[in-house]
Each structure stands twice: as C-alpha cells, then as structure tokens.
C-alpha cells in the first residue's frame, strides 16, 4: 500500500478528515449575501467525505458540486446524499483542485475547508477566481497563526509542515492583491479541531493498525498524527485555521 492510500484507509468512515464543524460552517455562510435561488451554483472542493457539503444543503439553495481527488471519498457522500435525498441538488465529481473543469465564471461561490493547502492558498485563490462570477464569493479554512509570535518548537513544526502558514493579515493581504474583499474571517475554536476532527481521528487508530497488520507504515502514520496531536493540545492558543470569506470584486 502506498502512503496515500494508508491515508485513506485511516480516515475511512470519518466524518471529516479536517478541522471544522457544522457550527463554524454556518458561522462562515452567514459572511456571504446570496439571494436564496434555486439557479445558484456552488462548488465545495477538498470535499472529502463531505461533512461540510450536507452543512451548505441544509442552508443555501442551489446546486453543489463537491469535488474531491479521491472517489472512496465521493462515495461515502454519495451514500449519504442518497440517503437524504439530495442527488438533485449535490453531485459529486472528481478531479484535481489544480485542474478545474468548471467553466469561466459560473460559481456563484466557491467553498474549501481545510484543502486548499494542498496546492497552497495563494495559488489556489489566484486559480479558483477564474471559476467565479463577478461578485461571487470565495470562502477557504486555512492554517493560520492567531498570535504575532510563538515558541520555536511549534514555529519549526508548521513551517516545515506547511511553509505558507503566516498570520492573517498577510493571508488578507494576499486576497486583496488578488482581487477580492474580505466580508468576513474568525478562527475556528479548538472544539473544532478536538471534538470534530482529533478525538474521532484517535478512535480510527486502534482499528486502522488491526487493518494493517501493525506494519511499519502504519504505526508511523499513526506516530506523526499523534505528534500532531500532541503539539495542538500544547500549543493550540497559537495556531488555528482561519476562516476567509470574501467577494470577488471584478
Ligand atoms: N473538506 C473536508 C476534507 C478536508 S481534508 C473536511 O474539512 O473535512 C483535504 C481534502 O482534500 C481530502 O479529502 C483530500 O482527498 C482532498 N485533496 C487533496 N489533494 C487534492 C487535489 N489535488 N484535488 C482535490 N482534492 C484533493
């Protein structure tokens, strides 16, 4: 098994494979003014398993596209979209992040949780804007300093982690000088990373390494989540992601 598909083993039948919450979800959309019409079309992409997907049906109308790179994602939304009866309103489709196949300008808003690192933020909201319509908006979850200095250690973990993690006012920056304004930004509480995303993540551990027959690959993805883990609960009031919603100004 390569490392990627250890990945999605360990995550299988999570509900999210991010931080966040339903709460912050709707924290988030209430920074967004779209009339309530049934034409709207709204792409959700790094979807995952879609936790934050059935969120955005229950409280906008429209349609959503939830995209994602890997199809055992898709399917467990698919299973649950079924079972809600949502498949005239949520399809799932997948693709690169980094190779779209929307058309120029047709979403009316664009969603990613916890995704867009994966081609970085500043790429992602330079590429995506192409995606909206004029006055569109765009609302991201990002790895964010929430204090202007921090302690050494967890400096080193992210940045070597994640080399573009910097405050918010720089990620704002970044917005502005690609076009957009800001309506809206909070940092997601630590509830949402323990309660949503870390505690039901550490439940998968004893399952996943049964699965795995305990390899050598296995418990090493098992070791760096912990350590994750561990730096969040020691170091949480200097980090979290940042939720940026903003409007597309052309
Ligand atoms: N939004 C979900 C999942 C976040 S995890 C949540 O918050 O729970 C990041 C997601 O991005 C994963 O589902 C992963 O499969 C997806 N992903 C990673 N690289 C991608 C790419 N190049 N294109 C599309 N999706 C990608």
Known sequence: MTEL???????????????GSPEDTRRALSFVELPSDEQLQVADIGCGSGGQTLTLA?????????????????DELNDQVWA????NRIQTRSESMENLSFESGSLDLIWSEGAIYNMGF???I??????LKPQGYLAV?????ITPERPAEIE???TQEYPEIDTAAIKIRLLEKHGYTLTGYF??????????????????FAPFLERQAHTEAARNIVAEHQQEIELFEKYHAYFSYGFYIARNNE
């Open 187 to 204: 940092h997601l509480p630590r509830e949402s990373w323990w309660e949503h995303y870390y505690m039901p993540l550490q439940a998968c």
């Open 126 to 131: 330079r590429q995506w804007k192409q995606y």
């Open 5 to 19: 598909e250890l990945l999605l083993d360990l995550f299988k039948n999570t509900e999210r494979q991010g931080p």
């Open 156 to 158: 080193k973990y992210w």
């Open 58 to 74: 229950e409280h906008l109308s429209g349609n959503i596209t939830a995209v994602d790179l890997f199809p055992s994602l898709l």
């Open 84 to 87: 809600k009866g949502l498949e």
């Open 141 to 145: 979850s990002e790895l964010t300093w």
């Open 122 to 124: 500043e790429n992602g």
